[in-house]
């Protein structure tokens, strides 16, 4: 099973290990190969910035930094609990995620 399919951009997911555990952010990015997704508001760093002329963000920026996939869950849209993901099939062989905690489809 690959990353990309169980965790999508734009998913709703909480932190459940780690520095930012119980966090919750929408999903940025997926990086399927390295199994880390990177979410907002998520596992920030302080990035030092030198001054140049032509950079508005001079200074400190905070940015996020990917985090490893199975540090994150799923959050329900429907009971809103982070979840783990399942697969079904609908009739016409298209393949939906659905919620392990209330078996309501995803997507
Ligand atoms: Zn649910």
């Given at each position: 099973m690959t990353v990309g399919l169980k965790i999508r951009?734009?998913?709703?997911?909480?932190?459940i290990a780690g520095r930012d555990r119980g966090k919750?952010?929408?999903v940025q990015r997926v990086f399927p190969r390295d199994g880390m997704v990177m979410v907002?508001?998520?596992?920030?760093?302080?990035?030092?910035?030198?001054a140049r002329p032509n950079l508005r963000q001079a200074g400190r920026v905070q940015q996020e930094v990917a985090i490893g996939v199975s540090k994150v869950m799923l959050v329900c849209k429907h009971?809103?609990?982070g979840t783990r993901v399942g697969f079904r099939l609908l009739e016409g062989g298209k393949r939906v995620r659905y919620c392990k905690e209330c078996q309501?489809?995803?997507?």
């Open positions: 951009r734009e998913d709703m997911v909480v932190v919750k952010g929408k907002e508001g998520v596992n920030m760093v302080t990035r030092h910035q030198r009971c809103d609990k309501e489809t995803i997507d």
